[in-house]
């Protein structure tokens, strides 16, 4: 059974383009959360949500906007695609989310994004 | 600001020789502790976890920890390890956000 899972898993695109990912999990988990891993492979988070709430939103660009349509779900929606967006982005999900919560993070198979 | 390194970037070791990663954090108190493994083109697996009580943490694939907070570390170390564990290694702490360390790639030779 897959407890992250992302579609897709590798997504080619050209500049200027929108596109979206989607990250859903069956584990039951409130919070869900966007990682992106850049060519030197760092992890850093772009946002989080609890309940459908967002709680943690990163200084990302305007063009990258979640949407969370259940607790379940939390897709990543980005606009106007530009070269430097080309990264392998993460899903992950866990149990709380509390600010100081012992939760472990689970995270998915990650989307290669390459922006032509 | 919080932060977590892990000085190795690229560490060789041969097949069935001893391991260890090295992971330092800077944190105002002791955040809890994570390491991540991930394999070429997959995800993020966890392999184990500090939150407080005993300072060695047993994790999975023989895979251990010790946290030691006067030198604000958190090694990851097994016996002997095994060409299957190439992989690229994440060291985490979680005061809030979860803070990735920069990862040190294993190799592992014949």
């Known amino acids: 059974d897959t407890a992250v899972s992302q579609t897709p898993k590798y997504l080619v695109t050209q500049m200027g383009n929108d596109k979206s990912i989607k990250c859903e999990q069956n584990?039951?988990?409130?919070?869900m959360y966007w990682y992106k891993q850049d060519s030197k492979k760092f992890l850093k988070i772009m946002f989080s949500?609890?309940?459908?709430?967002?709680?943690i939103n990163e200084t990302v660009p305007n063009r990258f906007s979640p949407k969370s349509p259940d607790k379940a779900h939390l897709n990543l929606h980005i606009n106007s695609l530009e070269l430097g967006d080309s990264a392998v982005y993460f899903c992950a999900s866990s149990q709380t989310g509390a600010v100081m919560g012992t939760d472990t993070q689970y995270f998915g198979p990650g989307t290669r994004l390459t922006v032509l | 600001a919080q932060s977590v390194t892990q000085p190795d970037i690229h560490i060789t070791v041969s097949e069935g020789a001893s391991l260890e990663l090295r992971c330092n954090y800077s944190?105002?108190?002791?955040?809890?502790l994570f390491w991540y493994v991930q394999s070429p083109g997959q995800g993020l697996q966890l392999l184990l976890k500090?939150?407080?009580?005993?300072?060695l943490v047993q994790g999975i694939k023989g895979f251990e920890a010790e946290f030691k907070r006067s030198q604000s570390s958190f090694n990851l170390r097994k016996p002997s390890v095994h060409w299957s564990d190439a992989a690229e290694y994440f060291c985490?702490?979680?005061?809030?956000?979860?803070?990735f360390g920069q990862g040190t790639e294993l190799s592992v030779k014949p």
């Open positions: 949500y609890n309940n459908k709430e967002l709680i």
């Open positions: 584990l039951g988990h409130d919070t």
């Open positions: 985490a702490a979680q005061g809030g956000k979860l803070i």
């Open positions: 944190y105002g108190a002791t955040p809890y």
């Open positions: 500090y939150f407080s009580g005993d300072t």
